[in-house]
Every structure is written in C-alpha cells, then in structure tokens.
C-alpha cells in the first residue's frame, strides 16, 4: 500500500537536519489535512467535471458533493491505514511499540503483557492469547479508541527507527548478494 503522507517525508527530514523535531501528533494532522484535502479535491472536480459536462444542473452543487464525499473517503482511508500501520506494529515489533507508548504517550501496558514478534502470517499464534496472556495488539483493542488513538501515535514516533531497521535488514542482505554468497 502506497504511503498517502511519504510526500511529507521531505519537509520532516528539512525540519530534523534544523535541529527540530516533529512530534507524531503534529505528523498525523500534517498528514491527515494532505491525505483529506487530497482526496476532497480530486473528487469535487471530477464530480463538478461530470456535472458540468453530463448534468443539468452544472457544476457547483456537483462539485460540492464531489468534496464532501471526497472528504470522508481521505479521513476514513487515512484512518484504516494509520490502524493497520499500529496493529502490524503491536504484532511484529511489540517491545518497541510498548516503549513508544511509555516514553511518548506515557500510556504504560501492564507487565503481563506478552511482547513477543509474531509474524502476521503464522496461524499457530495470529489472533490468539500466547499461554493464556494477552498480547499488546490485543490490550491496544480491548482499550478501545482512547487506547487504538495512542498506539497510532506511538507508531508514527517509532516509525522512523523501524524503517531503519528495515533498510538495515535489505543492506545486509544486498552485502549478501553483492559477496558472491548467494
């Protein structure tokens, strides 16, 4: 799935290289506004195009409707890909998602909580308490939207470290290829 904020990405980086940092609320409204307004108006002139050309009525009230609908579509999207970013997170990278909760939202997960990596695909472990104790992506839904809120927000403080560990990963495994070991 494409980032909906990446055009954002280069703004964020200028703003660290000045020596500020962008906390996650900030990037999550940033991107929130880019995503809906997008979206809002892509379809308010496609509409407003097709009520000019097609319709009796011409083009404002088409338009409007167009961005209205337009609107809710980036909001809800932007929504579900935000909840997906935080699950995948609590399934596969669960200490450091706990750890963004605690430092950056001062949101603590209780001790019992398993944080282990699972694999989004396995079936043994997916979905399911791990001896009988709740896992972090199974608290963060119980908790809620209040809890769902957070852990969106803690993932977008921890994505820039967990997109490192996965240029990390694909370096080591382009050396890999590059020596001849493959």
Same mark, same amino acid.
Request: aromatic share 8%; proline share 3%.
């Given at each position: 799935?494409?980032?909906?904020?990446? =055009?954002?990405? $280069?703004?964020?980086?200028?703003?660290?290289?000045?020596?500020?940092?962008i906390p996650a609320r900030a990037k999550f409204?940033?991107? #929130?506004? $880019?995503? *809906?307004? #997008?979206?809002?108006?892509?379809? $308010?002139?496609?509409?407003?195009?097709?009520?000019?050309? #097609?319709?009796?009525?011409?083009?404002?009230?088409? #338009?409007?409707?167009?961005?209205?609908?337009?609107?809710? @579509?980036? !909001?809800?999207?932007? @929504?579900?890909? !935000? %909840?997906?970013?935080?699950?995948?997170?609590?399934?596969?990278?669960? %200490?450091?998602?706990? =750890?963004?909760? !605690?430092?950056?939202? +001062?949101?603590?997960?209780?001790?019992?909580?398993?944080?282990?990596?699972?694999?989004?695909? *396995? /079936? &043994?472990t997916d979905d399911k308490s791990v001896d009988?104790?709740?896992? +972090?992506?199974? @608290?963060?839904?119980? $908790?809620?939207?209040?809890?769902?809120?957070?852990?969106i927000l803690a993932a977008q403080s921890c &994505?820039?470290?967990? /997109? &490192?560990? =996965?240029? /990390?990963?694909?370096? %080591?495994?382009?050396?890999?290829?590059?020596?001849?070991?493959?």
């Amino acid at each position: 799935m494409v980032d909906s904020g990446a =055009h954002l990405e $280069g703004l964020s980086n200028i703003l660290t290289l000045g020596g500020m940092e962008i906390p996650a609320r900030a990037k999550f409204v940033a991107k #929130f506004v $880019g995503s *809906s307004l #997008f979206s809002s108006i892509t379809l $308010g002139l496609v509409a407003g195009q097709t009520g000019a050309v #097609f319709l009796s009525c011409g083009p404002l009230i088409p #338009f409007m409707t167009g961005s209205c609908i337009g609107y809710a @579509w980036g !909001c809800i999207g932007y @929504w579900r890909q !935000c %909840k997906n970013t935080a699950m995948t997170y609590a399934k596969k990278y669960p %200490k450091i998602l706990a =750890h963004s909760l !605690c430092t950056n939202m +001062l949101v603590v997960p209780p001790k019992d909580l398993v944080l282990e990596s699972r694999n989004s695909g *396995s /079936n &043994e472990t997916d979905d399911k308490s791990v001896d009988g104790r709740m896992t +972090l992506d199974e @608290w963060i839904i119980e $908790g809620g939207i209040g809890r769902l809120s957070y852990a969106i927000l803690a993932a977008q403080s921890c &994505e820039e470290d967990i /997109n &490192e560990m =996965h240029k /990390n990963e694909r370096q %080591k495994l382009v050396d890999i290829y590059s020596d001849g070991k493959e």
